[in-house]
């Protein structure tokens, strides 16, 4: 039993919050975490997953006041809420908060930019809503993490539903006991059990906690009761859903640390045990070796690396992301681990395949999960090696602001095409000064 | 563990199941279960929970093709599910399926009226499809009773939305494997926690439950992929949300027995445990004696009665509900316990009032829960006795389809107009018969 208000501390916290009160550092990552969603929701936005959802769904929609972003159609808030959502984890590109899991920005982002095109925001609000939102969504997973995972639930969804309700609430005004209703209504929505994993369904996750964050702050904005102690009663949240609960976790030095401070972005569009790997062949790579005179390539990896990653001759862009030697290899001929390498042109292609088969993969038990050794013998003799300590990209080694252009325009410059990518890159960095946060998401559809 | 193709089984049951084959006994209940759901959407749809609902969700509605019962605002079918399903279920008046505590129409009749208003639908194909969602309902509650509630989910929408996932999905004629992803998509979005209670959010659960399950439907429809095994795979729904598990109780006997035989009806707008004694209380107001002249009402009632309604001196409407003493004196002054006896008008009746602090209630541990003995004296000394056995409404002495009637009436003459009401009535019981199930949808409405 635990008799902390621990529901009322957060909403207030929230509430509470000096409006442009962010410290310089955790406003520069809300914004490098916009960047990154705001890419992977382009980005994403083609797949088929997003394709069905609009089929279904579109018919239902309000008036078309907010934009799916990538694409022409338009549809309510709500809605654009989940199919943005749902795009921006089709790819698994999305960022992710390494000590839960959760990818943040997925329900809090979703919410919020479709929550802007209903209702002006400016983006000073925008970006503190983001980083409140984010806040309160890492924070409750720090409490039930690893437990409530390990029982079987999506906590990217399960946690993000209060992420997107404490930042519609806030863009909303909610007093205390509102925005405690509004964390109750997304407590009582739970979406996403990990056996979904491998099918669509895994990316509706985070749009739905999105959408259902945002309705349960426009509902309790009208005034619609909930409990004001969702998250810690005996019959609430954490006890329902979790094994595990520390409730400290949410309430300790609310407004001294910031989780988004230890958000990261993936470089590569695959799983982040393979990543170390292919930061070794890529760095070897810009030694301007020939990827056809190569003999042998020869991994050290840590042991999760082959559990997961050990598909020695995928088929499919998608069996492509569960091998570590067809990464190694795409990687090594083509200079990336983005989307385009994860597609069947490319796990196909017979270079690549000839490459893939000349690559050995040991494991080393020495190695921490951001390592890797990589040495390549060509066919001359010649050897070439590299020792990656902290793969890019991890805490270590954080992605620079560069490399995160990088990776949106790669996502979605052949959707957007090249000018209105550039103006995107620009209006994302300055996103909060701008007075009107809804213009990014009206430039982000084809011209 | 279990190898049983859960998911699969049941899935298949609700796509084959032969269309007009329902047993006549199971055809008629379905009609009255829908004949309840129908008063009771409409009794309810003037509550400030519906209100405020309306106000925050219908700025984002989608062609007003579907009713809000009961009230002049019209919205898409995915919100009408939603609206009507919180209406029916405000007054806590709607059907209760006892062995689950399930209350089965509301997430599935919510979600097939909408859905036949967003396409054109045949009554016979409704009560087929509503009474095969109850089926998938309440096996699935059965499977995880008490478990499952015990740990706190409100099942009634937890199980609730797979009965409007599977009956959704039989209007669209599903194959399999999309039925199964159907199931899928509902498992992965579980409405409802238990602490809501005593809030509007718990009559947004059966509401969500009703949309979620119809938005499941929608989508396995197009192809949004989903698992295949979500009830019972390793992280499904049922090892995640309860910790016991009977997979028999969903796959044996498909067809044979039937879980809609069990549902059963309340007469009076409060909790069933007092409802014995307002069964007696109601039997000696026909002998005619004036109440003025009652000088003791004395009741033996089962222990959970004092327990849960013991308030003395209730002054809410609400509060009403939880005083066997204000429900004994307002049945015999009024001659019912309907949404009227829980007003503040009622509850501060001088008159009632006054016999309520001359009503007494002894425990009685003999007393089966559907029991109750009440005796009155009167001021000349003449004593009147009545043993009630089995409470009306109870499954041994169900309401009779006049005495629904009755209720119906109770419920929608006020907001309808008799004629409505009459002509309501008569659509309900001829339901299977009708070409367009959603006329009766378009009629529930002020004229």
Same mark, same amino acid.
């Given at each position: 039993?635990?008799?902390? #208000?621990?529901?009322?501390?957060?909403?207030?916290?929230?509430?509470?919050?000096?409006?442009?009160?962010?410290?310089?550092?955790?406003?520069?990552?809300?914004?490098?975490?916009?960047?990154?969603?705001?890419?992977?929701?382009?980005?994403?936005?083609?797949?088929?997953?997003?394709?069905?959802?609009?089929? #279904?769904?579109?018919?239902?929609?309000?008036?078309?006041?907010?934009?799916?972003?990538?694409?022409?159609?338009?549809?309510?808030?709500?809605?654009?809420?989940?199919?943005?959502?749902?795009?921006?984890?089709?790819?698994?590109?999305?960022?992710?908060?390494?000590?839960?899991?959760?990818?943040?920005?997925?329900?809090?982002?979703?919410?919020?930019?479709?929550?802007?095109?209903?209702?002006?925001?400016?983006?000073?609000?925008?970006?503190?809503?983001?980083?409140?939102?984010?806040?309160?969504?890492?924070?409750?997973?720090?409490?039930?993490?690893?437990?409530?995972?390990?029982?079987?639930?999506?906590?990217?969804?399960?946690?993000? @539903?209060?992420?997107?309700?404490?930042?519609?609430?806030?863009?909303?005004?909610?007093?205390?006991?509102?925005?405690?209703?509004?964390?109750?209504?997304?407590?009582?929505?739970?979406?996403?059990?990990?056996?979904?994993?491998?099918?669509?369904?895994?990316?509706?996750?985070?749009?739905?906690?999105?959408?259902?964050?945002?309705?349960?702050?426009?509902?309790?904005?009208?005034?619609?009761?909930?409990?004001?102690?969702?998250?810690?009663?005996?019959?609430?949240?954490?006890?329902?859903?979790?094994?595990?609960?520390?409730?400290?976790?949410?309430?300790?030095?609310?407004?001294?640390?910031?989780?988004?401070?230890?958000?990261?972005?993936?470089?590569?569009?695959?799983?982040?045990?393979?990543?170390?790997?292919?930061?070794?062949?890529?760095?070897?790579?810009?030694?301007?070796?020939?990827?056809?005179?190569?003999?042998?390539?020869?991994?050290?990896?840590?042991?999760?690396?082959?559990?997961?990653?050990?598909?020695?001759?995928?088929?499919?862009?998608?069996?492509?992301?569960?091998?570590?030697?067809?990464?190694?290899?795409?990687?090594?001929?083509?200079?990336?681990?983005?989307?385009?390498?994860?597609?069947?042109?490319? @796990?196909?292609?017979?270079?690549?395949?000839?490459?893939?088969?000349?690559?050995?993969?040991?494991?080393?038990?020495?190695?921490?999960?951001?390592?890797?050794?990589?040495?390549?013998?060509?066919?001359?003799?010649?050897?070439?090696?590299?020792?990656?300590?902290?793969?890019?990209?991890?805490?270590?080694?954080?992605?620079?602001?560069?490399?995160?252009?990088?990776?949106?325009?790669?996502?979605?410059?052949?959707?957007?095409?090249?000018?209105?990518?550039?103006?995107?890159?620009?209006? #994302?960095?300055?996103?909060?000064?701008?007075?009107?946060?809804?213009?990014?998401?009206?430039?982000?559809?084809?011209?």
């Amino acid at each position: 039993m635990n008799d902390t #208000a621990v529901t009322r501390i957060i909403a207030d916290f929230v509430r509470a919050y000096p409006a442009g009160g962010l410290p310089e550092a955790v406003r520069h990552e809300a914004h490098r975490t916009f960047l990154n969603w705001l890419g992977c929701a382009v980005g994403g936005s083609r797949d088929e997953t997003v394709d069905i959802a609009l089929a #279904a769904l579109l018919p239902f929609s309000g008036a078309p006041e907010a934009h799916v972003l990538g694409r022409r159609e338009r549809c309510d808030a709500l809605h654009a809420a989940l199919l943005n959502g749902i795009a921006s984890h089709v790819f698994d590109f999305d960022d992710t908060h390494l000590r839960t899991v959760i990818h943040p920005a997925g329900p809090v982002a979703s919410a919020l930019l479709a929550f802007a095109e209903h209702c002006p925001t400016t983006g000073s609000a925008f970006i503190d809503a983001l980083a409140l939102g984010i806040e309160v969504e890492c924070r409750i997973g720090n409490a039930v993490f690893p437990e409530h995972y390990d029982i079987g639930w999506h906590i990217t969804a399960t946690a993000g @539903v209060f992420g997107a309700a404490a930042a519609v609430g806030r863009l909303l005004d909610l007093d205390t006991e509102r925005m405690s209703w509004a964390l109750g209504l997304a407590a009582t929505q739970p979406v996403g059990l990990r056996e979904m994993f491998g099918t669509m369904t895994k990316s509706f996750h985070p749009g739905r906690a999105a959408q259902n964050g945002m309705t349960a702050a426009l509902l309790a904005a009208r005034g619609y009761t909930s409990s004001i102690a969702a998250i810690e009663a005996k019959r609430g949240w954490a006890n329902i859903l979790s094994t595990g609960r520390r409730y400290a976790e949410i309430t300790d030095n609310l407004g001294g640390d910031w989780q988004i401070l230890s958000n990261t972005y993936k470089p590569f569009a695959c799983g982040i045990v393979i990543h170390p790997a292919i930061d070794g062949c890529l760095q070897l790579r810009q030694r301007d070796l020939d990827p056809g005179a190569i003999e042998r390539v020869s991994l050290k990896v840590h042991p999760l690396v082959l559990e997961l990653t050990g598909k020695r001759d995928p088929q499919t862009g998608l069996e492509g992301k569960f091998s570590v030697f067809h990464c190694a290899a795409a990687a090594l001929i083509e200079g990336d681990a983005g989307v385009k390498q994860f597609t069947e042109r490319c @796990v196909r292609d017979p270079a690549i395949v000839s490459l893939r088969n000349r690559v050995e993969a040991e494991i080393d038990p020495s190695l921490d999960s951001d390592a890797a050794r990589v040495e390549i013998r060509m066919r001359d003799r010649a050897e070439h090696r590299v020792a990656i300590e902290h793969a890019i990209g991890s805490l270590a080694r954080p992605m620079t602001d560069a490399q995160l252009e990088a990776k949106f325009r790669g996502l979605s410059s052949d959707i957007l095409g090249v000018e209105r990518c550039e103006s995107l890159i620009r209006q #994302a960095w300055h996103l909060g000064d701008t007075d009107d946060a809804a213009r990014i998401a009206r430039d982000a559809v084809p011209a």
